[in-house]
């Protein structure tokens, strides 16, 4: 039994007329990496099937990029926005993001996949920096009398302990760390958004972000 649409007043024969096009919508919502005890977070691991699953719709014209995130894991990131880019190639399909309240830090890495990014007057976007957080309680264990025992096999091995005083050695090495994400980082920025980089790159690349 077949079903008729009406166009025009005319009956239109399902399998006579020519099937519409297929746009496929992947939607990136949330923090990037594993978050909480259910790891709600957006990862590869679970993207994965929804990515590929998309790219094999049939009749795929387009597939589009629906992102709400205000960053989060640098790794995740990249191995989500990569697997997207590289199904797009293979499928030659194009990608297109549209970014939603927020696309920044690794928000924005993700948009990076897709051949245009869209987005509201509104919308936060940028931040394209590194950020390792954390604090200081060397103060709060003197003044309760507390002793840190700490033994490791390896002199950097409790490196950045928050009860324990910072070391300039320790505290070099994690921003020689961050340097490195951030340059790979401003790399992926110069190679997709190549020839669409109108700001002033000191401050493009400061980690500040804008609508």
Do not use: C
């Not at 594993?34 to 699953?53: H, K, Q």
């Not at 950045?160 to 994690?174: C, R």
């Not at 790979?184 to 980089?197: I, P, Q, T």
């Amino acid at each position: 039994m077949y079903a008729f649409q009406t166009i025009s007043g005319w009956p239109t024969i399902p399998f006579l007329h020519k099937p519409a096009p297929v746009v496929g919508v992947i939607r990136l919502d949330g923090v990037i990496g594993r978050v909480g005890p259910f790891n709600r977070g957006l990862t590869l691991a679970n993207l994965a099937d929804i990515i590929e699953r998309t790219f094999r719709l049939k009749r795929l014209k387009a597939v589009a990029l629906s992102i709400n995130s205000p960053g989060g894991a640098a790794v995740q990131s990249s191995l989500i926005a990569g697997r997207i880019r590289d199904l797009a190639e293979e499928n030659d399909v194009p990608v297109y993001a549209f970014a939603e309240d927020v696309a920044a830090s690794g928000g924005y890495w993700l948009a990076l996949a897709a051949d245009e990014i869209y987005a509201d007057e509104k919308s936060i976007i940028g931040s394209i920096g590194v950020v390792n957080r954390g604090f200081g309680f060397t103060e709060v264990i003197k003044r309760w009398g507390i002793e840190r025992r700490v033994y490791t096999a390896g002199d950097k091995k409790a490196m950045q302990d928050p009860f324990m005083p910072e070391n300039t050695a320790d505290v070099d090495h994690l921003k020689s760390l961050l340097e490195d994400i951030h340059k790979n980082f401003e790399a992926m920025v110069r190679e997709h958004r190549e020839g669409k980089l109108q700001a002033d790159e000191n401050e493009l690349f400061s980690g500040a972000f804008w609508t």
